[in-house]
């Protein structure tokens, strides 16, 4: 019992910790994405934040969660994305980052024809580019989730 209540007090210990250091204002980052999936072939649009988690000399830990709406003329889909990403400047200015992503999506989807809605999870894999406020990013996802995804970004 005593161990129990050790290792909830440095939960909660490290939960404060990673709240208190988790972003200043200058770190997080709100914005809005588009861009296209293939298998489903979509547009979609949505919306990310950009919470930076710790800075080094040569790199910056990152969570990217998003929410996404996408269609076409026989699909609606919502899905929910957590990427982690590393970015890494690239020269002398901090203007510039290309970064490798990591994390999860969740994804419903609701077709028209015949009729019918699924759901699934996938894990993705990818990169991205950020020149000042813009993004770009290109990922591939890995089980019930669009194939691939191309989206670019402008954070506020």
Known sequence: MRLHTSAIKL???????????????????????????SQ???????????ALISRGRSLAFVIQPAVDVGFNDNLFLVR???HFAFWIPVGRSPRLY?????????????????GGDSTGIGMDLGFGMRINQFGFEFWGSFRDAPDLTLAFSISF
């Not at 489903?40 to 950009?50: E, N, R, V």
């Not at 290309?98 to 015949?114: A, E």
């Open 80 to 82: 929910g994305t957590a």
């Open 98 to 114: 290309l970064y490798p992503l990591i994390g999860v999506s969740g994804t419903y989807y609701n077709y028209k024809d015949p």
């Open 40 to 50: 489903p072939d979509t547009l979609f649009l949505g919306f990310q934040y950009d």
């Open 11 to 37: 939960l909660c210990a490290a939960a404060l910790l990673a709240t208190v250091t988790v972003s200043r204002p200058a770190a997080a980052n709100p914005g809005l994405r588009g861009g296209v999936t």
